[in-house]
Nanobody
Framework: QVQLVESGGGLVQAGGSQRLSCVAS????????MGWFRQAPGKEREFVAA????????YYADSVKGRFTISRDTAKNTVYLQMNSLKPEDTAVYYC??????????????????WGQGTQVTVSS
C-alpha cells in the first residue's frame, strides 16, 4: 500500500502561480513513476504531468507544457507541481498518483495504482 497526501491548492488569480505537493508513504519502493492528474466538474480525469522517480525524466500534457513543472525530492518522498501562468481552464481538483510502470509517458488513469484524495485549484479570471 502507498498513501498519498496532496496539499497546496486554493484560489489564485489568472496569470498567477501555485505549487502543489504530494507526500508519499508506505511501500514507496514499488513506485517507478509519479503523476499528476486533474478533474474539472463534469469532465473526465485528465493527465497533467509525470516523472520517473529514479531518473527524474518528465512528461507533460500539451495543455500545460511550458507553464507547469513537475519535480521530486526523493529524500522527502515528495513530488511537486509548480504551476505558472495559470488560466481559468486550469481550475480542477488535482490528484497525484503512483505507478509501478517504468514509463514516464504513462498518461492513462488505469496505469496508476494509488491515488491521493485531491486538492482543489481554482483560478479566477
Amino acid at each position: 500500500q502507498v498513501q498519498l497526501v496532496e496539499s497546496g491548492g486554493g484560489l489564485v488569480q489568472a496569470g498567477g502561480s501555485q505549487r502543489l505537493s504530494c507526500v508519499a508513504s508506505g511501500r514507496t519502493f514499488s513506485t517507478y513513476t509519479m503523476g499528476w492528474f486533474r478533474q474539472a466538474p463534469g469532465k473526465e480525469r485528465e493527465f497533467v504531468a509525470a516523472i520517473k522517480w529514479s531518473a527524474g525524466s518528465t512528461y507533460y500534457a500539451d495543455s500545460v507544457k511550458g507553464r507547469f513543472t513537475i519535480s521530486r525530492d526523493t529524500a522527502k518522498n515528495t513530488v511537486y507541481l509548480q504551476m505558472n501562468s495559470l488560466k481559468p481552464e486550469d481550475t480542477a481538483v488535482y490528484y497525484c498518483a503512483t505507478s509501478k510502470l517504468p514509463l514516464v509517458a504513462a498518461t492513462r488513469t488505469d496505469q496508476y495504482d494509488y491515488w491521493g484524495q485531491g486538492t482543489q485549484v481554482t483560478v479566477s479570471s
